[in-house]
Nanobody, 115 residues
Framework: QVQLVESGGGLVQPGGSLQLSCRYSGNVAKIGSMRWHRQVPGQEREWVAIIARDGTLLYTDSVNGRFTISRDNAKNTMYLQMNNLKPEDTAVYYC?????????WGQGVQVTVSS
């Protein structure tokens, strides 16, 4: 099993920055790719960014160039640096991993972008 705990959400003005963290524990040796997703109430959860085990990075179009995903295996932590935030980035953000075909999710953190 794997446990995921997010932190770093909050309220920020448009154009501002936030960094989300996702600390992982448990059977971490089996973790391959890691993902950030987000969800707005009443809408489907969407993937935001992926970091593969080999370091390959992928971003959904709406955040490409503004968000950066990274991981520090020494600290068992994944990050999402979010710059130039827009009101449409407002959502609950979740980190996610798949281990042995089992999906694991964090509890989610609220990010609100508003003036």
């Amino acid at each position: 099993q794997v446990q995921l705990v997010e932190s770093g959400g909050g309220l920020v003005q448009p154009g501002g920055s936030l960094q989300l963290s996702c600390r992982y524990s448990g059977n971490v040796a089996k973790i391959g790719s890691m993902r950030w997703h987000r969800q707005v109430p009443g809408q489907e959860r969407e993937w935001v960014a992926i970091i593969a085990r080999d370091g390959t990075l992928l971003y959904t179009d709406s955040v490409n160039g503004r968000f950066t995903i990274s991981r520090d295996n020494a600290k068992n932590t994944m990050y999402l640096q979010m710059n130039n935030l827009k009101p449409e980035d407002t959502a609950v953000y979740y980190c996610n991993v798949v281990v042995d075909l089992q999906n694991y999710w964090g509890q989610g953190v609220q990010v609100t972008v508003s003036s």
